[in-house]
DNA sequence: GCCGTTTTCGGCCCGACTGTTTTCAGTCG
């Protein structure tokens, strides 16, 4: 539930703005959503409430607002709201270059509710008389929409509530289902939700619950194409004695699949008429290795999977990107060592911000310093998990670090990143990126593509000059896990395997609650064949200081 | 809307960049 009131809590922020309500009051509304999404107790029922009590920045009217949510299922507030203004603001703000003030020029000048208003108006050279609109700044919202109508989709860790939802309506249908496709992959981004039912008696209340869009049979399933809140998907129907093959045929990757399928036309058995019993007969039957489906995506895993090697969970002994207060992270250094310490780590990199990022509260040299004192202080505590005194730093336009060398040097690690100037030609961001790999102080480098999945595919830069870099100088590459970024992607890092890189895979937590967000980067890991050599988090706290040390000595010896 | 107070109002988060202008509004991180 905690998702969907801070969701609620969002849209209603942005209506407010929308209206031209008190700044301080849509962020009023905008911090509670975010509060809301990283508490780390669910709020349920109207007992939770008085948890929410005394938490900072949650007060009486937002507590009404979550309890109201609680009662209705919905917010009677944010209808009227909608009511007000009835635009489809979340998905308008998608798009890059579109803020509140523009989608409500556009709405007041041409009645633009949705993207399909924008396309016409976009198309038609409506949007040419509206003051302060230009040539560039349309062509950026084409490219933007296009982009939006291509990635239609969510990324597989933000699609739980969704998915919930859907199933608890099958399930209060009493129809029964596999989830199969992209999703059963967890594949970074999905863009169809597929199931399979079984055991299915009544197909009629289907209609119910999702809008069917399409109905196709053919001699092994039917499937039934649907939509369902903006996100679209199918559910196949298996011919009878078929449940198995139906559910291993379209959990794919398609190329996954046809090797299989190959396999068995060159042992002359027929795919379609065996009747599985579970899906690693499949397997079996061929004298192959049963691969589960996370390592389906095509990307040579017939020849290197090996259930040895997948690394698990247990197998994290910890993470070098967290952000604490002394940031815009909104726990204390010492919360995050508790927090790691429950998942058993045996190190955290606490690293913040660097100066010039001023809205993520990026850190003065003098901060640094004492945040450096801080963390050398809770060392002298031995606490159960060894806190490293890290840093997120800026590369600048020309492909400076956004503290000096002197500063750099005081870290443990440095972790370089692109937060600014995005719009830099592909020739400017590889040097950019390839001049602070250079810095011998640079270990990692954090979000490489700078991706977001479904709003922006990220900066532009030479892909096969930067990495290869990356390996002259062993910089070590970030896996991030927060779900709208999931920056590197399986299949590019399956692509770089060849150049010998190591990983670090990262939480980037703002709050100890989103430490989880590191296992869908070990999902990540796992996709792209990984080892345990190759990712960092995997290292005993002497072998990340003598790695870190050598990446460190290998640059200055070049210099 | 929240918070804290030498306590019920007044303050709360900025700065670069872009694209549009010809001095600045809007977006973004």
């Given at each position: 539930?905690?998702?969907?009131?801070?969701?609620?809590?969002?849209?209603?922020?942005?209506?407010?703005?929308?209206?031209?309500?008190?700044?301080?009051?849509?962020?009023?509304?905008?911090?509670?959503?975010?509060?809301?999404?990283?508490?780390?107790?669910?709020?349920?029922?109207?007992?939770?409430?008085?948890?929410?009590?005394?938490?900072?920045?949650?007060?009486?009217?937002?507590?009404?607002?979550?309890?109201?949510?609680?009662?209705?299922?919905?917010?009677?507030?944010?209808?009227?709201?909608?009511?007000?203004?009835?635009?489809?603001?979340?998905?308008?703000?998608?798009?890059?270059?579109?803020?509140?003030?523009?989608?409500?020029?556009?709405?007041?000048?041409?009645?633009?509710?949705?993207?399909?208003?924008?396309?016409?108006?976009?198309?038609?050279?409506?949007?040419?008389?509206?003051?302060?609109?230009?040539?560039?700044?349309?062509?950026?919202?084409?490219?933007?929409?296009?982009?939006?109508?291509?990635?239609?989709?969510?990324?597989f860790p933000?699609?739980?509530?969704?998915?919930?939802?859907?199933?608890?309506?099958?399930?209060?249908?009493?129809?029964?289902?596999?989830?199969?496709?992209?999703?059963?992959?967890k594949?970074?981004?999905?863009?169809?939700?597929?199931?399979?039912?079984?055991?299915?008696?009544?197909?009629?209340?289907?209609?119910?619950?999702?809008?069917?869009?399409?109905?196709?049979?053919?001699?092994?399933?039917?499937?039934?194409?649907?939509?369902?809140?903006?996100?679209?998907?199918?559910?196949?129907?298996?011919?009878?004695?078929?449940?198995?093959?139906?559910?291993?045929?379209?959990?794919?990757?398609?190329?996954?699949?046809?090797?299989?399928?190959?396999?068995?036309?060159?042992?002359?058995?027929?795919?379609?008429?065996?009747?599985?019993?579970?899906?690693?007969?499949?397997?079996?039957?061929?004298?192959?290795?049963?691969?589960?489906?996370?390592?389906?995506?095509?990307?040579?895993?017939?020849?290197?999977?090996?259930?040895?090697?997948?690394i698990s969970k247990?197998?994290i002994?910890?993470e070098?990107?967290?952000?604490?207060?002394?940031?815009?992270?909104?726990?204390?250094?010492?919360?995050?060592?508790?927090?790691?310490?429950?998942r058993?780590?045996?190190?955290?990199?606490?690293?913040?911000?660097?100066?010039?990022?001023?809205?993520?509260?990026?850190?003065?040299?003098?901060?640094?310093?004492?945040?450096?004192?801080?963390?050398?202080?809770?060392?002298?505590?031995?606490?159960?998990?060894?806190?490293?005194?890290?840093?997120?730093?800026?590369?600048?336009?020309?492909?400076?670090?956004?503290?000096?060398?002197?500063?750099?040097?005081?870290?443990?690690?440095?972790?370089?990143?692109?937060?600014?100037?995005?719009?830099?030609?592909?020739?400017?961001?590889?040097?950019?990126?390839?001049?602070?790999?250079?810095?011998?102080?640079?270990?990692?480098?954090?979000?490489?593509?700078?991706?977001?999945?479904?709003?922006?595919?990220?900066?532009?830069?030479?892909?096969?000059?930067?990495?290869?870099?990356?390996?002259?100088?062993?910089?070590?590459?970030?896996i991030?896990g927060?779900p709208?970024?999931?920056?590197?992607?399986?299949?590019?890092?399956?692509?770089?395997?060849?150049?010998?890189?190591?990983?670090?895979l990262s939480s980037?937590a703002?709050?100890?609650?989103s430490l989880s967000n590191i296992e869908n980067s070990l999902v990540i890991a796992n996709?792209?064949?990984?080892?345990?050599?190759?990712?960092?988090n995997?290292?005993?706290?002497?072998?990340?200081?003598?790695?870190?040390?050598?990446?460190?000595?290998?640059?200055?010896?070049?210099?």
């Amino acid at each position: 539930m905690n998702k969907k009131i801070s969701n609620i809590l969002k849209e209603i922020s942005d209506y407010l703005e929308l209206k031209g309500e008190n700044v301080f009051k849509v962020r009023a509304y905008r911090d509670a959503s975010r509060i809301i999404e990283n508490l780390d107790f669910e709020i349920k029922n109207l007992e939770d409430l008085k948890n929410l009590k005394g938490i900072p920045k949650i007060g009486k009217s937002i507590i009404g607002r979550v309890e109201e949510i609680l009662k209705e299922g919905e917010s009677l507030y944010l209808n009227e709201l909608k009511k007000e203004y009835p635009i489809e603001l979340e998905e308008l703000l998608s798009i890059p270059g579109l803020g509140i003030k523009k989608i409500r020029l556009f709405y007041e000048n041409l009645n633009i509710k949705n993207i399909e208003d924008l396309k016409d108006a976009l198309y038609s050279g409506a949007l040419y008389h509206l003051p302060r609109i230009g040539e560039k700044l349309i062509e950026k919202i084409k490219r933007g929409v296009e982009f939006r109508e291509k990635n239609r989709g969510l990324p597989f860790p933000a699609l739980f509530d969704v998915i919930g939802e859907l199933t608890k309506r099958f399930k209060d249908h009493h129809l029964s289902y596999y989830i199969t496709g992209e999703l059963r992959r967890k594949k970074e981004f999905v863009k169809n939700l597929d199931f399979v039912f079984y055991d299915i008696r009544d197909l009629d209340v289907l209609s119910d619950i999702i809008n069917i869009e399409n109905i196709d049979e053919s001699l092994y399933y039917k499937k039934i194409s649907y939509t369902f809140e903006n996100l679209s998907g199918s559910i196949y129907i298996p011919s009878s004695g078929l449940l198995w093959n139906v559910l291993f045929f379209t959990t794919g990757s398609k190329s996954h699949v046809m090797e299989v399928i190959d396999k068995y036309k060159k042992t002359n058995i027929s795919f379609w008429k065996e009747r599985f019993k579970r899906e690693k007969d499949i397997y079996e039957k061929i004298e192959i290795d049963v691969i589960p489906p996370i390592f389906r995506e095509g990307f040579g895993e017939f020849k290197w999977y090996n259930p040895a090697f997948v690394i698990s969970k247990k197998d994290i002994l910890g993470e070098f990107h967290v952000h604490s207060t002394w940031s815009d992270g909104r726990s204390e250094i010492e919360e995050i060592l508790y927090e790691a310490a429950n998942r058993g780590y045996e190190y955290i990199g606490i690293s913040d911000h660097s100066a010039s990022l001023t809205i993520a509260h990026g850190l003065s040299i003098e901060d640094v310093e004492k945040k450096g004192r801080e963390i050398e202080e809770l060392r002298d505590k031995n606490p159960i998990v060894y806190p490293l005194f890290g840093a997120e730093v800026d590369i600048r336009a020309d492909g400076s670090l956004d503290y000096p060398d002197e500063v750099l040097k005081s870290f443990d690690y440095v972790i370089a990143a692109i937060h600014t100037n995005f719009g830099l030609s592909i020739e400017e961001n590889t040097r950019r990126i390839i001049s602070a790999f250079r810095n011998p102080y640079v270990i990692a480098f954090a979000h490489p593509t700078g991706r977001e999945l479904g709003i922006r595919p990220g900066y532009e830069f030479d892909r096969e000059e930067v990495f290869k870099e990356a390996a002259r100088n062993n910089i070590l590459l970030e896996i991030n896990g927060t779900p709208r970024r999931m920056d590197l992607d399986s299949y590019e890092i399956y692509k770089l395997r060849s150049l010998g890189l190591k990983y670090i895979l990262s939480s980037d937590a703002h709050y100890v609650s989103s430490l989880s967000n590191i296992e869908n980067s070990l999902v990540i890991a796992n996709k792209a064949g990984l080892e345990r050599e190759e990712v960092v988090n995997t290292y005993k706290l002497k072998d990340v200081f003598l790695l870190f040390n050598t990446i460190r000595e290998g640059k200055i010896r070049n210099e």
